[in-house]
């Protein structure tokens, strides 16, 4: 399977998301230049945390109008995985693959800690490998992580299953402890807290691992049906 | 040339905890008579005023970009040429 990270401008996440493919599962990456405008031949699409220009205007606004963007809609159009950490979280809602909006944490401060999130939805090609409202620890470090949808938005999200996964606390005031969410078809996913840290027991949890496992997994499954 | 003030704010509904803060130290000053303070962002657009686009231009620039729907709005006054 070949995973593509989106390197912007700021990004600061995506040499880990390129080891968590790379030796995390063992699989072909490369990173793309935010200028290209073509994902061809690539499986997945991976979007990494930072601070994509820096958070100018709003985080991820700007980002949602480089060249690599159209590119990424159509992967999300074909039904390839797409998946946005923290900052990519943030620009998935920017151009509108994800609805809502990630807006400042409620207390004004920026948060970095591991913290515990419940699995929402293990039937998604995210988190297969995942049990039922399984609870993990994975490392969250945002300033805008705070999750706002209105209420029928929300109401659409629980109706479609498409809440992935919830904080166990109130951190940062998110609507409904939303932590990630998926889009609809559930072939994009936007999470704030950041799996590609969490994959080694080493450096405090490896619960992360299974996102990529479920990614690959599900990958394969469909290559060989 | 044309001078475009654009104007974007949160919305009622949305949270402002960087304008909560400004309203603490507004308080700390002495000021106990401000109710609430918003914060918003402010943008000057030079442009050529004479295209006959202008307006949906901006608009379009507005809802593309300088303001997001789901959490802000945005107004917009245009400053005749010889005020510029």
Do not use: W
């Amino acid at each position: 399977m070949k995973f593509a990270v989106v390197v912007f401008p700021g990004s600061n996440c995506d040499k880990d998301l390129y080891f968590a493919i790379k030796d995390g599962i063992n699989e072909e990456v490369e990173l793309v230049n935010f200028q290209e405008t073509s994902l061809s031949g690539f499986d997945a699409v991976l979007i990494p945390g930072g601070f994509s220009y820096g958070d100018y205007l709003r985080s991820g606004a700007i980002a949602g109008h480089a060249p690599i963007i159209p590119a990424i809609k159509q992967m999300a159009a074909e039904g390839k995985p797409v998946l946005g950490i923290c900052n990519g979280f943030q620009i998935l809602t920017e151009i509108g693959l994800l609805p809502g909006a990630l807006i400042k944490n409620n207390h004004n401060r920026f948060i970095c800690e591991t913290v515990s999130l419940q699995v929402i939805n293990n039937q998604t090609q995210f988190t297969s490998e995942y049990s039922a409202n399984q609870v993990i620890d994975i490392p969250v470090a945002h300033g805008e992580g705070n999750y706002y949808c209105d209420e029928q938005t929300l109401n659409e999200l629980k109706q479609n299953d498409q809440i992935a996964f919830k904080y166990q606390s109130d951190i940062n005031g998110s609507v409904d402890q939303i932590a990630g969410i998926t889009n609809k078809e559930k072939n994009v996913l936007g999470m704030m807290p950041h799996p590609e840290r969490a994959l080694e027991t080493l450096v405090g949890s490896d619960d992360g691992l299974k996102m990529f496992q479920s990614i690959l997994k599900n990958h394969m499954d469909r290559v060989n049906q | 040339m044309t001078l475009v003030k654009v104007y974007v704010t949160y919305k009622k509904s949305i949270l402002d905890p960087q304008g909560e803060a400004v309203k603490k130290a507004v308080h700390g000053m002495g000021f106990n008579d401000v109710q609430d303070i918003r914060m918003g962002k402010y943008f000057e657009i030079t442009v050529d005023g004479d295209s006959p686009t202008v307006k949906e231009d901006i608009e379009k620039i507005c809802d593309d970009l300088l303001a997001n729907p789901n959490m802000e709005t945005y107004r917009y006054e245009f400053v005749q040429s010889e005020e510029v």
